[in-house]
């Protein structure tokens, strides 16, 4: 599977640009499948709700099933967050894997930047970004796209990957 990245600090933009470029790249006739990171817990169920009474009784894993989707929920149980190589390793198959998050591991990126969080830009010392989607006009090393061209984002992309 190809594997490419979407960083970023709070607030740039980078959920609303993976959320347009697997609509882009899935209209294009690829398979995209995504993975994000949380920097905190968080709860894919709710409180009463069966899987969440299996998993607070205990079950390491749960896996919620119905005719339209299918959620499997492991619960680390104070063990390691597991590498990203590892969570990619359980996905199906697919022509592009996007990635929010994962800053430091070494796949190719595309850094979102917006200039009103005044936030630095992580790109210029991380060989890893391969360019940054911007609001702003940046002088850089590297491609620069306006961070609303998500064509030639997704053609960038794309284009890195082999695809």
Do not use: C
Not at 8 to 19: D, S
Not at 44 to 67: E, F, I, P
């Amino acid at each position: 599977m190809k594997v490419y990245g979407v960083v970023g600090w709070k607030n740039a933009g980078k959920t609303g640009l993976m959320e347009r470029l697997v609509t882009d790249i899935t209209q294009r006739g690829y398979s995209v499948s995504t993975v994000k990171h949380a920097h905190h817990s968080f709860d894919v169920d709710h409180a009463g709700k069966d899987s969440y009474r299996h998993r607070v009784a205990g079950a390491t894993q749960v896996l919620l099933a119905s005719r339209n989707r299918i959620a499997l929920m492991h619960e680390l149980r104070n063990a390691p967050e597991p590498p990203l190589e590892a969570l990619l390793a359980q996905l199906a198959p697919v022509d592009l894997v996007l990635i929010e998050g994962y800053k430091r591991d070494a796949h190719p990126k595309v850094e979102a930047h917006r200039a009103v969080t005044g936030n630095p830009l992580i790109a210029v010392d991380d060989p890893t970004i391969r360019a940054v989607a911007s609001d702003i006009a940046l002088e850089l090393d590297r491609p620069v796209f306006d961070l609303d061209d998500t064509a030639a984002i997704g053609d960038f992309i794309l284009a890195e990957v082999g695809l």
